[in-house]
């Protein structure tokens, strides 16, 4: 009875020791398998683009119905069936297009060089222009916080300085904000973290207001720093990227930006977060190969990823996708619902 018990022991702690290494190779293969879930290249799908001119910047006002515009052709896509299907829903001037954000599905923005800032009520079938600076003027970015207050930044071509516009009645009237800082070089991306804290992209600074555009003050970078695109984790923790590979971080609000080593020498283009840990940075190829880049980290590490892909000029969001758009009519989504 003894000897049949030692044996039964035995045999029962090699099962459990097999049970075990079951479970932690079961446990690493879940783990692979969540952290791939976004990031391994068959998981972004293409999208039939109906035009091959460069796609530059996209909007989604809801998870049907959203817009993309060419760079430099005037064209513009819609779908309205959340990018299962995009057409060419009209064609604007053959200028450079910066910018596109739409308040519903009817009224929406567009601007862009030779002080372009065109409107439309008809959900893009139609636009008109808004008389609101020269030729000498280049839009290059704008946004809405709310269904009324909105901003517009650019640069002033003549003097190089950075220019800014706030709107308190959906664009019906622009005002002029004029600040006396020592800047020049243009305004590009803005981001709103809430209703007072916003940023903008300069050049070799952060423009950033906590009073919902009354006051302004700048984050000084270094000098050759132009910044493409912002993204805040928070209104304290957040990220900027811009030529020549160059990211920065800021831990307090934008007091303060830290360089980051670089990965690339690729000028990059936007940066977005799906979670704190889990983002993206899209960008040209025009150094070395590589023009999408993830990070699981929170931001530590990055990887390249479809490093066979033309240059990428956005990653933005809709409600199911995040979409990433660039040269010769490229088009693809990532669902992360």
Known sequence: MKIYSLAFYRQFRILMINYRLFLFCLFIIILISVSCKFHSSDQWKGVTCPTPENLHNGYFVDNMYGWIISYGTGVLLQTQDGGINWDVQTQLDPIYFEDIVFLSRDKGWICGEYGSLLYTLDGGNTWLKKELADSSVAFYGMDFISEKT?????????????????????????????????????????????????FIGGRGYILMTHDAGRNWQAGILSENAVIRGLFMQ????????????????????????????????????????????????????????????????GGKNWQSVLNDTPDLHRVFPSPDHLWIIGKSGHLMKLSYK
């Open 150 to 198: 909105g901003i517009l930044v650019g640069l002033n071509v003549k003097n190089r300085r950075p220019i800014i516009f706030l709107t308190e009645d959906s664009g019906e009237s622009w005002r002029q904000k004029l600040d006396n800082l020592p800047l020049i070089g243009g305004l590009e991306h803005i981001l709103f973290v809430n209703d007072h804290d916003w």
């Open 234 to 297: 928070n209104k304290s923790e957040g990220w900027a990227v811009g030529h020549e590979g160059m990211i920065f971080k800021t831990m307090d609000g934008g007091l303060s930006w830290q360089k980051v080593e670089n990965f690339t020498q690729n000028r990059l283009r936007n940066i977005y977060f799906i979670t704190k840990k889990e983002g993206f940075i899209c960008g040209d190829n025009n150094v070395e190969k590589g023009s999408l880049w993830y990070t699981l980290d």
